[in-house]
């Protein structure tokens, strides 16, 4: 999508901090890190959120969660936290799905 500033990221026309990339999903530092270790990962295709994950797309999450956890273990995070705001109220400021990935210090629940 022209406009979507993680389809941006993703064709390299916005400079990003890479953590891994396939033909899928592509995933990258957090600019405003909320602990030690927070990247993001993304579809290289556009969904708006998880609202938008449906028979025809769902594959690209479960893939998603395979780099996650592929990852993580290859970062030595022990523990962590996996999450994705949807909409305004649950604080979801990029209208492309993505996956937080956040470690590295004590969390509380429930998250605020
Ligand atoms: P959310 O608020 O859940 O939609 O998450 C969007 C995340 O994207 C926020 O944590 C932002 O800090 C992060 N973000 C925004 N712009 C960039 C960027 N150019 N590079 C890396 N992360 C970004
Ligand atoms: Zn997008």
Redesign the pocket.
Known sequence: MSDC??CK?VAGE????KVYEDELCYA???????APT?F?VIPKAHIRSVSQVDQTNAAVVGHIFSVIARLSKELGLESYRV???IGDQ???????L?F?VLSGRDMTWPPG
């Open positions: 500033l993680f990221i916005i400079p990003s901090k990258f530092y957090d600019i405003d890190p909320q927070h993001l999450v994705s705001n649950a604080g979801q400021s990029v209208l492309h993505h937080h």
